[in-house]
């Protein structure tokens, strides 16, 4: 840039440098004050390829184990794994496209947003890495996802072919999605993912009830996958010419998101995540709640804000209304159909949607702020919690072992089942959500997975732990095929303790309060 | 014969701003000369900060316009942010730049020559000298306010932009920014600044737009009185 006559300011003045020299600036200083070097880089590189490597073959080892049952009697409607992965690439590039626009796909946040951004520099220069990054993260991860599926779905279309043409698809959808932030709002971009994304439950059903059954997916010939190619590096030049265009409003706000996302990622907390995709787009303003006129006391102003926030979120209700027919899904394809499958299926779908019901609880974790000012003890104010979580899931399970129960022929049990295990998932949510964040400033353990705080697979199993245990009777019966009356009173038993482990206040870990106990006990004999 | 008036940096024009469609407070018109500043003054939520941002070109004005030395504002023009130095209510910092460093690359990005001098001078008198090699994190919030005004002023301008800097300041470094504002205009830069600070709107600002409902362009004087407890 040639230089501006300025009224104020320092008089020896030098040609505006580029942003090349900026970033390499930031970079050369931040190597200076850096304790590692290049080995713990190469480390980290290592780390990252060896644990994508390692989820990946246990991903194709864990479906190839998968036995193959034959399909159900009688079931008139069904498709094939075929046609389930069709719709999981629509998912995938609804999901793609989505998170490009949310997070961008280009932005600055934080200090660049700051420091750079007001710089007289060529802007484009300064964003350049920030965009390759974007887009080859849109080709790896479509590229991960493509490899599990190809492994999973044998015959048809070549391995290579299919994940060389979803990464490619990958990379030109975050294109896309960088091409729409130049000229429009980032909202185009979300609202097209959100719609691919929803149109992917609608896509399933209609393939199970018009029984689509394609042998295999995606067979888009080497040369089709070329002319996507060349489309996708034409759209990254394009776009790369175009960066400079991009209003600093729309980059701050991108950069903020992913500021928000990966502070999410480092916590482990995928409903922060989730807030941070979602909520900057939600509205920020709302008409009083009719609801609110029903509080009158301290618990029925917990239920209805717990109530409130759960309506308020069409994503978590999307999450649990999907959830709720995955078991269906895995009935109605012959080729996944078998007990073990339909009891993982039931507990994973069953977790998200657990996860979904948690939001009012987790954000109350973070902020809690308003529980106290409320007149309840702490242990009245979790049970209070249950409350919500505990009736949503309720109606989910029956959702899901009903359809368990129109399989086997036999509804009744399963639904008696489904309202004694129903709860327990609510033990599940609170559990989840009132865990304590992972120490990062306590020591670190190495793994192949790159540093973790000690004690962060304790975090992260909190709330597992209590389905594990609480919803084991419903896992029975789904894999044995049958309701016996015994496990209906078992599963009474169980939910009623996953309820009291999920709503305890108890902080302390039991080997933390084993050893306290003990201390205490010698304390007392001396 | 009339007097030659200065030209005007900033002309706002029926400038309305809000939030998703709705304004947050009455259009705004007004014009700010060279060697003037202007002060916005207003409650709370009404508004000034808005202005603040549509007047950078940070968020899209509901309706109106802004032109800089005659041109429209756009920020991603590598001129326009040459000519305007805005300090705002950020507070994100490099984690790896020292405080001395965040001032060196403010003022090499802006192509200034002697840049390490100008950082030096700036750190001196900011209070920042014992605290240069450290990280920002490590400041006291008045502290890490004090360095982004020294990153405001370490680089050059035609219009220098403020959103509250009194904020967080103690009793002799508002001095020190008032004295700095009136070399400011004296040197012939423009100044816009939203306050809450009497002392200061009264020591710096030529005139002053209280931000409300009904914005409006008023005498300093009248200003310094609206900021009284009770009035706005």
């Given at each position: 840039m040639s230089e501006v006559e300025c009224a104020v300011g320092p008089a020896e003045r030098t040609p505006v440098p580029a942003a090349r020299s900026m970033r390499r600036y930031n970079a050369a200083v931040a190597r200076k004050h850096a304790h590692g070097g290049v080995t713990a880089l190469l480390s980290d590189v290592y780390y990252s390829v060896v644990i994508v490597g390692i989820a990946v073959l246990m991903a194709i080892g864990a479906l190839g184990q998968l036995p193959v049952h034959e399909p159900p009697v009688g079931t008139s409607h069904a498709t094939s794994l075929a046609g389930l992965t069709a719709v999981a690439y629509l998912a995938l590039a609804g999901a793609l496209i989505g998170s490009a626009g949310r997070l961008g796909p280009v932005g600055a946040g934080g200090a660049e947003a700051t420091w750079w951004l007001p710089l007289p520099v060529d802007r484009r220069g300064l964003l350049r890495p920030n965009a390759l990054r974007m887009v080859a993260l849109g080709g790896v991860a479509s590229a991960v996802v493509a490899t599990v599926l190809a492994f999973a779905v044998p015959g048809g279309t070549s391995p290579g072919r299919s994940v060389a043409g979803v990464a490619v698809a990958g990379v030109a959808a975050v294109v896309v999605a960088g091409l729409l932030q130049v000229w429009t709002a980032a909202r185009v971009a979300v609202r097209l993912g959100d719609l691919l994304l929803a149109a992917a439950p609608v896509a399933a059903a209609a393939a199970v009830l018009g029984s689509w059954q394609p042998e295999s997916v995606l067979a888009v010939p080497w040369w089709g996958i070329g002319l996507l190619g060349a489309v996708a590096v034409g759209g990254a030049f394009a776009l790369d010419a175009l960066l400079g265009r991009i209003p600093a409003r729309r980059l701050r706000e991108s950069g903020a998101v992913a500021a928000q996302a990966t502070g999410a990622l480092v916590s482990l907390d995928t409903r922060e995540l989730g807030r941070a995709l979602g909520d900057r787009l939600a509205r920020q303003q709302r008409r009083r709640s009719l609801r609110m006129r029903l509080v009158g006391g301290p618990v029925r102003a917990l239920v209805v804000a717990d109530a409130l926030v759960l309506a308020r979120s069409p994503r978590h209700l999307g999450q649990i209304l999907v959830t709720a027919l995955v078991p269906a899904l895995v009935l109605a394809t012959p080729d996944l159909t078998g007990s073990v499958q339909l009891a993982l299926a039931f507990l994973v779908a069953g977790s998200f949607a657990m996860l979904a019901t948690g939001e009012a609880s987790r954000r109350a974790e973070m902020s809690p702020g308003v529980d106290r000012l409320l007149p309840m003890g702490a242990t009245a104010t979790r049970r209070a919690r249950l409350i919500v979580p505990g009736v949503v899931m309720t109606l989910w399970t029956l959702v899901a072992l009903g359809s368990v129960g129109l399989w086997r022929a036999d509804p009744l049990p399963w639904l008696a089942l489904a309202v004694l295990a129903g709860p327990a998932w609510a033990g599940g949510a609170l559990r989840s959500a009132f865990r304590p964040a992972p120490k990062w400033d306590s020591a670190l353990v190495s793994t192949p997975a790159g540093a973790v705080p000690l004690g962060a697979a304790a975090v992260l199993a909190r709330g597992p732990d209590v389905v594990v245990l609480g919803l084991l009777p419903a896992t029975i019966a789904v894999l044995a095929g049958s309701v016996p009356q015994t496990l209906l009173l078992v599963q009474a038993v169980a939910t009623a303790i996953a309820l009291r482990w999920g709503s305890s206040t108890e902080t302390r870990t039991l080997m933390d309060r084993l050893a306290e106990a003990q201390e205490a006990a010698g304390e007392a004999r001396k | 014969m009339s007097r030659a008036r200065p030209p005007a940096v900033l002309r706002v024009s029926k400038l309305s701003v809000g939030w998703t469609g709705r304004p947050v407070c009455g259009q705004a018109s007004f014009t700010l000369p060279a060697g003037r500043s202007l002060?916005?003054?207003?409650?709370?939520?009404?508004?000034?900060?808005?202005?603040?941002?549509?007047?950078?070109?940070?968020?899209?004005?509901?309706?109106?316009?802004?032109?800089?030395?005659?041109?429209?504002?756009?920020?991603?023009?590598?001129?326009?942010?040459?000519?305007?130095?805005?300090?705002?209510?950020?507070?994100?910092?490099?984690?790896?730049?020292?405080?001395?460093?965040?001032?060196?690359?403010?003022?090499?990005?802006?192509?200034?020559?002697?840049?390490?001098?100008?950082?030096?001078?700036?750190?001196?008198?900011?209070?920042?000298?014992?605290?240069?090699?450290?990280?920002?994190?490590?400041?006291?919030?008045?502290?890490?306010?004090?360095?982004?005004?020294?990153?405001?002023?370490?680089?050059?301008?035609?219009?220098?932009?403020?959103?509250?800097?009194?904020?967080?300041?103690?009793?002799?470094?508002?001095?020190?920014?008032?004295?700095?504002?009136?070399?400011?205009?004296?040197?012939?830069?423009?100044?816009?600044?939203?306050?809450?600070?009497?002392?200061?709107?009264?020591?710096?600002?030529?005139?002053?737009?209280?931000?409300?409902?009904?914005?409006?362009?008023?005498?300093?004087?009248?200003?310094?009185?609206?900021?009284?407890?009770?009035?706005?």
């Open positions: - | 002060a916005l003054v207003g409650p709370n939520g009404s508004g000034k900060s808005t202005l603040l941002r549509a007047i950078l070109g940070l968020l899209e004005p509901l309706s109106g316009s802004v032109q800089l030395l005659g041109v429209e504002v756009d920020e991603r023009r590598a001129s326009f942010r040459a000519q305007v130095s805005a300090v705002l209510d950020d507070d994100a910092w490099f984690p790896a730049l020292t405080v001395a460093e965040h001032l060196y690359l403010v003022a090499r990005g802006h192509g200034v020559g002697d840049a390490q001098d100008e950082v030096d001078a700036l750190l001196d008198e900011f209070g920042l000298t014992g605290h240069a090699d450290v990280l920002p994190t490590a400041l006291s919030s008045g502290q890490r306010r004090r360095l982004l005004l020294a990153a405001g002023l370490v680089r050059p301008r035609s219009l220098l932009v403020l959103d509250e800097p009194e904020q967080r300041l103690d009793t002799a470094t508002r001095q020190l920014l008032a004295e700095r504002l009136n070399a400011e205009k004296e040197a012939g830069g423009a100044v816009l600044v939203a306050t809450h600070d009497p002392d200061l709107l009264a020591a710096v600002a030529d005139r002053a737009v209280i931000v409300g409902d009904e914005t409006r362009l008023v005498s300093t004087a009248e200003a310094v009185d609206a900021l009284r407890p009770g009035v706005l």
